[in-house]
């Protein structure tokens, strides 16, 4: 009887665990991919705003395929787990919420006064990649 309760109680937590497919991008993952394409998008935006002659659709393009180069993700990668994330609202919703608590963090970090020891490394790639590679 014991045995039975046991095994219940293993099924009923595992049944409760939201995980996903293999084939579709770990929920850190996905945040991490997120956060660097709305900052492409807000880089291209700044841009295309302050720079009539800047190439807006086709630098929004450019900074997206940038972003999945870092994180070495393909198109069709991202993609289907979007879709995937889409369809499932209760695995998406963690992930929408860690970059709100993502974004808090960084804006808190950035408020902290710094110190003269070693230079931050940013993680975003606004400031790796495509602040670098802007050309209008």
């Known amino acids: 009887m014991k045995h039975l309760v046991f095994l219940f109680?293993?099924?009923?937590?595992?049944?409760?665990?939201s995980s996903v497919p293999k084939d579709i991008l770990p929920p850190k993952k996905m945040q991490?991919?997120?956060?660097?394409?709305?900052?492409?998008?807000?880089?291209?935006?700044?841009?295309?705003?302050?720079?009539?002659?800047?190439?807006s659709l086709s630098k929004h393009v450019d900074y997206?395929?940038?972003?999945?180069?870092?994180?070495q993700v393909s198109k069709d990668d991202f993609t289907r787990s979007l879709k995937y994330y889409q369809d499932h609202p209760a695995n998406l919703k963690p992930v929408l919420d860690s970059l709100q608590h993502?974004?808090?963090?960084?804006?808190?970090?950035d408020t902290?006064?710094?110190?003269?020891?070693?230079?931050?490394?940013?993680?975003?790639?606004?400031?790796?990649?495509?602040?670098?590679?802007?050309?209008?």
Request: hydrophobic share 40%; glycine share 0%.
């Open 112 to 136: 902290v006064p710094k110190q003269h020891t070693k230079p931050i490394v940013a993680d975003s790639v606004k400031r790796k990649l495509l602040i670098r590679s802007h050309t209008p």
């Open 32 to 55: 991490a991919i997120l956060w660097d394409i709305m900052q492409a998008d807000e880089l291209a935006d700044y841009y295309s705003t302050s720079d009539s002659s800047f190439r």
């Open 102 to 109: 993502y974004e808090q963090a960084l804006q808190e970090k």
């Open 9 to 17: 109680l293993i099924a009923s937590f595992c049944s409760c665990k």
């Open 64 to 71: 997206y395929r940038k972003v999945f180069a870092v994180h």
